[in-house]
Antibody
Framework: HLVESGGGLVTSGGSLRLSCAAS????????MTWVRQAPGKGLEWVSL????????YHEDSLKGRFSISRDNAKNSLFLQMNSLTAEDTAVYYCARLDADVEGLIDYWGQGTLVTVSS | DIQVTQSPSSLSASVGDRVTFTCRAS??????LNWYQQKPGKAPKVLIYSASSLQSGVSSRFSGSGSGTDFTLTISSLQPEDFATYYC??????????FGQGTKVEIK
């Protein structure tokens, strides 16, 4: 079970921190990812972090504005988003990577909406 | 970067129809290709992984095929609950990954 929070309305140039609470599985054993979907558009991969928080990856176009992290003691995933623009308006999904098939996303949260107003 | 292009972008079909749509990668990705279904207002759900393996719990009317650059997802007999948008995802470049733009299946 994955439950996102922290979305909302923010003005352009602002920051927001998304959280994802995980339950029902051993959180630290799984890599986790954020995927976003702009209104009426397709899916866009954003960031990924391995189970031990040793490796973090981000979509190149984000230009260092986003940062993924996790707290395994609290079964939580985070996405820090800075210098937000209208193009960042989207539903942000927290998701789990399958343990056996590389890159496969096997569980998704219901998403949290981020709206950036200009 | 590897691009994945889905076609068509939308299609209309009737219950009971056999439906096939495609995903084309900009370079050889082997079988590193997954398919997801997304219904309005809901999170995506995985249907097929590694091009042709059926995810546990998914109906056998869904099947996937292909390798290299060309892939297909087939629904053997379209059911009312299958009207949704379908996305392919290449994971050849994992952990970085890209999705196709989606194919929306609508009721004729």
């Amino acid at each position: 079970h994955l439950v996102e929070s922290g979305g909302g309305l923010v003005t352009s140039g602002g920051s927001l921190r998304l959280s994802c609470a995980a339950s029902g599985f051993t959180f630290s054993r799984y890599a986790m990812t954020w995927v976003r979907q702009a209104p009426g558009k397709g899916l866009e991969w954003v960031s990924l972090i391995d189970g031990a928080a040793t490796y973090m990856y981000h979509e190149d176009s984000l230009k260092g504005r986003f940062s993924i992290s996790r707290d395994n003691a609290k079964n939580s995933l985070f996405l820090q988003m800075n210098s937000l623009t209208a193009e960042d308006t989207a539903v942000y999904y927290c998701a789990r990577l399958d343990a056996d098939v590389e890159g496969l996303i096997d569980y998704w949260g219901q998403g949290t909406l981020v709206t950036v107003s200009s | 970067d590897i691009q994945v292009t889905q076609s068509p972008s939308s299609l209309s079909a009737s219950v009971g129809d056999r439906v096939t749509f495609t995903c084309r990668a900009s370079q050889n990705i082997g079988t590193f290709l997954n398919w997801y279904q997304q219904k309005p207002g809901k999170a995506p759900k995985v249907l097929i992984y590694s091009a042709s393996s059926l995810q546990s719990g998914v109906s056998s009317r869904f099947s996937g095929s292909g390798s290299g650059t060309d892939f297909t997802l087939t629904i053997s007999s379209l059911q009312p609950e299958d009207f949704a948008t379908y996305y392919c995802q290449q994971t050849y470049t994992a952990p970085r990954t890209t999705f196709g733009q989606g194919t929306k299946v609508e009721i004729k």
